[in-house]
C-alpha cells in the first residue's frame, strides 16, 4: 500500500541554522508533492506544490527538492527563525482530479532562539 | 473572509450519539474533502466531493455519510459515534486544473466521544 514517511517526529535547532526535513515514500508515482505547514489548533497551509519533473523549487528562504528515482523530498528553511516552529506535513498527489492527496504524518520544527 | 469555515470548532459528545458538522467555502471551488486528524497528526482522507459527486470514498465505516447540497457546502454525518471517532476532522476544498493543487483548509473540528 501507498506509504510517506517523514523522517522525524521532531526536529529541533539554532535560529539561524537550515533546517531540513524529509519525505519519502512508496509504492506510489506521484504527479506532484506538496507541503504544507500546520500551527497548533489550526488547519495545514499549502507552501510549495513540486511536480515530478522538476528536481528544486524555491520560495523565498524554502527550497524543495524531489527526487522521483530515491522516492524522496526533501524541504530546507534556510535562516531560521523561532516563527518557522510547525509541524510540517509533505503530500503526494495523482495525474487525475480524481486522485487523493495523500499526508505523511508531519515533522514537528522547534526553532530555539 | 473566512474562506473554508467549519462548525463546530468543539464537539463533546456521548457514545452512540448522532452528530453534524458542517463546512462551507467561499473560494469557489468545486472539489471538497474531509481528511481525519488523528492524535498522531496523521491526515487521513476520508471522502471526496467534485461539483456534489463523490469522487473519493476511503474505507470509512457506514456510520459516516458525507453530504454536498452545492459545491460550496459539504456536511459530515456521523451515527452512533465510537469512542474511536474522537479526532479533528478537517474540511478542505481545491479548483480542478488549478496549477498547484492545493488544499485549503479549514481549522478544524474537535470531536471529543465519552
Known amino acids: 500500500s501507498q506509504k510517506i514517511e517523514q523522517n522525524s517526529e521532531a526536529l529541533n535547532i539554532q535560529e539561524g541554522k537550515t533546517a531540513t526535513l524529509t519525505c519519502n515514500y512508496t509504492n506510489y508515482s506521484p504527479a506532484y508533492l506538496q507541503w504544507y505547514r500546520q500551527d497548533p489548533g489550526r488547519g495545514p497551509v499549502f507552501l510549495l506544490l513540486i511536480r515530478e519533473n522538476e528536481k528544486e523549487k524555491r520560495k523565498e528562504r524554502l527550497k524543495v527538492t524531489f527526487d522521483t528515482t530515491l522516492k524522496q523530498s526533501l524541504f530546507h528553511i534556510t535562516a531560521s527563525q523561532p516563527a518557522d516552529s510547525a509541524t510540517y506535513l509533505c503530500a503526494l498527489g495523482g495525474y487525475s482530479s480524481a486522485s487523493k492527496i495523500i499526508f505523511g504524518s508531519g515533522t514537528r520544527l522547534s526553532i530555539r532562539p | 473572509d473566512t474562506a473554508v469555515s467549519q462548525t463546530p470548532k468543539y464537539l463533546v459528545t456521548q457514545m452512540g450519539n448522532d452528530k453534524s458538522i458542517k463546512c462551507e467555502q467561499n473560494?469557489?471551488?468545486?472539489?471538497m474533502y474531509w481528511y481525519k486528524q488523528d492524535s498522531k497528526k496523521f491526515l487521513k482522507i476520508m471522502f471526496s466531493y467534485n461539483n456534489k459527486e463523490l469522487i473519493i470514498n476511503e474505507t470509512v465505516p457506514n456510520r459516516f455519510s458525507p453530504k454536498s447540497p452545492d459545491k460550496a457546502h459539504l456536511n459530515l454525518h456521523i451515527n452512533s459515534l465510537e469512542l474511536g471517532d474522537s479526532a479533528v476532522y478537517f474540511c478542505?476544498?481545491?479548483?480542478?486544473?488549478?496549477?498547484?493543487?492545493?488544499?485549503?483548509f479549514g481549522e478544524g473540528s474537535r470531536l471529543t466521544v465519552l
Open positions: 473560494l469557489g471551488h468545486d472539489t
Open positions: 478542505a476544498s481545491s479548483l480542478t486544473g488549478r496549477d498547484t493543487g492545493e488544499l485549503f
